[in-house]
């Protein structure tokens, strides 16, 4: 593996910083505030990489040359419909009722910042849920306290290994950071 110059992902979410250390990448982790709104009429993936590529913009004027910004924004769509963090037990289980026994999409955008240029991405996983009874349901809220989680859940939690029938594409994305290919969009970075 290549020597990376000096990455920062700017993400508090402790399970990115798990999954890009397991990697190999050696990173710092520095935070700033961003508004994560966005404007309307985006599609869930555009919505996605709209934010992420935001929160790098924060770094724009105070990144030293060839320090590489991380930052990634994972959303959970489902009949086009974006599900962000609920914000009390209700809205989990509104949240979870409506992915219950049905398909949908978790979509991370990942932004990449180096010298003042952006590289953007986003990577999309169809999340199969079995229909979950609403014991189960507030069973899961109550026990896993979901309400930092897009769509009130994590696929690494109890949900995950008795809710979830199947996925179609990359499991870290779910979890909150598509780690193969932020692994190879850094490697590029290097090379050129």
């Known amino acids: 593996m290549k020597t990376l110059p000096g990455i920062i992902l700017a993400s508090k979410s402790p399970r990115r910083q798990e999954l890009l250390s397991k990697t190999g ?4 982790v520095v935070l700033k505030d961003v508004d994560e709104s966005y404007p309307e009429g985006l599609s869930p993936k555009e919505v996605a990489i709209y934010i992420a590529e935001k929160k790098a913009k924060a770094f724009d004027e105070t990144l030293e040359e060839n320090a590489i910004v991380l930052t990634a924004d994972t959303i959970v769509s489902i009949d086009n419909k974006i599900l962000g963090k609920p914000e009390n037990e209700d809205e989990a289980m509104e949240m979870l009722s409506l992915l219950s ?17 952006i590289f953007s991405f986003a990577e999309t996983t169809e999340v199969y849920f079995l229909p979950l009874s609403p014991d189960e349901i507030k069973y899961y809220i109550q026990t896993y306290q979901p309400f930092d989680k897009a769509g009130a859940y994590g696929i690494q939690e109890w949900i995950g290994l008795a809710g979830i029938e199947r996925i179609n594409g990359s499991y870290s994305n779910v979890v909150g950071l598509p780690t193969h290919r932020v692994y190879e969009e ?6 050129n």
Do not use: M, S, W
């Open 25 to 28: 990448i050696e990173f710092d």
């Open 101 to 117: 026994g049905r398909k949908h999409d978790v979509i991370t955008g990942v932004a990449l910042l180096q010298n003042h240029q």
């Open 186 to 191: 850094l490697q590029k970075l290097v090379k």
